[in-house]
């Protein structure tokens, strides 16, 4: 979701719990709607919508009407990819290790149980730029900078988290990487940004050398556990207006909602950033101020089966926590799927077709 895009975001994430409850009212006058749990262990099964849309045998987003097009834009092909992590406010070293964990889990030293979330990226690193350049398999967190003193408030707009991103590269010993980097800023539970819940969840973009320095892509993901995670860490908290209608809310599967959710938002936007970084190589539309990238397209599909307001078929362990891939030292994760270039559909690692 680039920074001029960023309005369908959360509107996506509604969207798609309105049209669940759209379809559960809809059938409450013929046989009743709910959605059912496979006897099977492992794998949670919602219900199939019913194939009125399109004749192709997959839901998870295939359709002849998306057009996603190539902008000669450059794609981040280097080799690693240096993530350059800013965690603004205060937060807890269990959910640095939690957030961290995923992204080593994008090119890890070991190989994850299957599905995997190196398996998830792959499907990102199908794209490539006008040299046949791929987008790159490996990623390494390449340094940290914490601002828990609030340096720029606790109340963000789309303007100062680039003076956010200034501080910290002006601080040694972090770098400015404007060949090989990428910077993530995170905030913490209690910073507002400007139209975070209403209209983003996070979003990206690249910085102005007028405010930085140099041109730097970076992404923002925020933490909505006591501001809106009904609406950014859906399914794993549901809006109050369900009323017991549908499933509830799933069971996250680090027992941190508000991060669990960001991690999917964190796997959005990086996938979208590594496509598209400067807005002009990977998405949608004829508009480039508001592109539907890669991770546009599969908002709220999780797994085979997905669309319409179902998240898809994806995994519960014993203890009924839900998720649909593996990383690094056990971890679990849920995480959105990702437009593919290949099969012209959402893609994911535990997709069961």
Same mark, same amino acid.
Request: charged share 15%.
């Given at each position: 979701?680039?920074?001029?895009?960023?309005? $369908?975001?959360? %509107?996506?994430?509604?969207?798609? $719990?309105? =049209?669940?409850?759209?379809?559960?009212?809809?059938?409450?006058?013929?046989?009743?709607?709910?959605?059912?749990?496979?006897?099977?262990?492992?794998?949670?099964?919602?219900?199939?919508?019913?194939?009125?849309?399109?004749?192709?045998?997959?839901?998870?987003? $295939?359709?002849?009407?998306?057009?996603?097009?190539?902008?000669?834009?450059?794609?981040?092909?280097?080799?690693?990819?240096?993530?350059?992590?800013?965690?603004?406010?205060?937060?807890?070293?269990?959910?640095? =290790?939690?957030?961290?964990? %995923?992204?080593?889990?994008?090119?890890?030293?070991?190989?994850?149980?299957?599905?995997?979330?190196?398996?998830?990226?792959?499907?990102?690193?199908?794209?490539?730029?006008?040299?046949?350049?791929?987008?790159?398999?490996?990623?390494?967190?390449?340094?940290?900078?914490?601002?828990?003193?609030?340096?720029?408030?606790?109340?963000?707009?789309?303007?100062?988290?680039?003076?956010?991103?200034?501080?910290?590269?002006?601080?040694?010993?972090?770098?400015?990487?404007?060949?090989?980097?990428?910077?993530?800023?995170?905030?913490?539970?209690?910073?507002?940004?400007?139209?975070?819940?209403?209209?983003?969840?996070?979003?990206?973009? %690249?910085?102005?050398?007028?405010?930085?320095?140099?041109? =730097?892509?970076?992404?923002?993901?925020?933490?909505?556990?006591?501001?809106?995670?009904?609406?950014?860490?859906?399914?794993?908290?549901?809006?109050?207006?369900?009323?017991?209608?549908?499933?509830?809310?799933?069971?996250?599967?680090?027992?941190?909602?508000?991060?669990?959710?960001?991690?999917?938002?964190?796997?959005?936007?990086?996938?979208?950033?590594?496509?598209?970084?400067?807005?002009?190589?990977?998405?949608?539309?004829?508009?480039?101020?508001?592109?539907?990238?890669?991770?546009?397209?599969?908002?709220?599909?999780?797994?085979?089966?997905?669309?319409?307001?179902?998240?898809?078929?994806?995994?519960?362990?014993?203890?009924?926590?839900?998720?649909?891939?593996?990383?690094?030292?056990?971890?679990?994760?849920?995480?959105?799927?990702?437009?593919?270039?290949?099969?012209?559909?959402? $893609?994911?690692?535990?997709?069961?077709?």
């Amino acid at each position: 979701m680039s920074q001029q895009s960023g309005i $369908s975001l959360s %509107f996506s994430y509604a969207l798609v $719990s309105l =049209l669940f409850i759209h379809h559960v009212f809809a059938s409450a006058s013929s046989t009743p709607q709910v959605q059912t749990f496979n006897t099977k262990p492992d794998i949670v099964n919602p219900k199939l919508p019913p194939r009125t849309l399109s004749p192709s045998k997959k839901f998870e987003g $295939s359709s002849d009407l998306v057009h996603l097009r190539y902008h000669m834009g450059p794609v981040l092909s280097s080799t690693p990819i240096n993530i350059y992590l800013i965690w603004y406010g205060r937060w807890a070293n269990s959910q640095k =290790l939690l957030i961290k964990d %995923f992204l080593n889990s994008i090119s890890p030293t070991t190989a994850a149980a299957k599905p995997s979330v190196s398996e998830w990226w792959r499907t990102v690193s199908l794209y490539t730029d006008q040299t046949g350049a791929n987008v790159s398999r490996s990623i390494l967190i390449a340094g940290e900078y914490t601002d828990s003193a609030y340096s720029h408030g606790t109340g963000l707009t789309r303007l100062t988290i680039q003076q956010v991103i200034a501080s910290a590269v002006k601080s040694a010993p972090f770098p400015v990487d404007h060949k090989n980097g990428i910077y993530l800023i995170l905030t913490s539970q209690d910073v507002t940004m400007q139209d975070f819940c209403r209209a983003v969840c996070g979003f990206h973009y %690249f910085t102005f050398p007028s405010m930085v320095g140099y041109t =730097l892509p970076y992404a923002w993901v925020g933490n909505s556990g006591k501001q809106c995670p009904e609406v950014c860490a859906y399914p794993f908290a549901v809006p109050g207006y369900m009323g017991g209608g549908g499933p509830g809310a799933l069971k996250s599967p680090n027992g941190d909602v508000g991060v669990d959710g960001m991690i999917s938002v964190i796997g959005h936007e990086l996938a979208e950033l590594s496509s598209n970084p400067l807005v002009n190589a990977w998405y949608a539309g004829e508009d480039p101020t508001a592109p539907t990238e890669i991770g546009d397209l599969c908002e709220g599909l999780y797994g085979t089966g997905g669309g319409g307001g179902y998240i898809g078929q994806v995994m519960r362990d014993r203890q009924g926590k839900t998720f649909n891939m593996n990383g690094r030292r056990g971890r679990k994760f849920l995480v959105q799927w990702i437009w593919s270039p290949v099969l012209k559909a959402c $893609s994911g690692p535990n997709a069961l077709d």
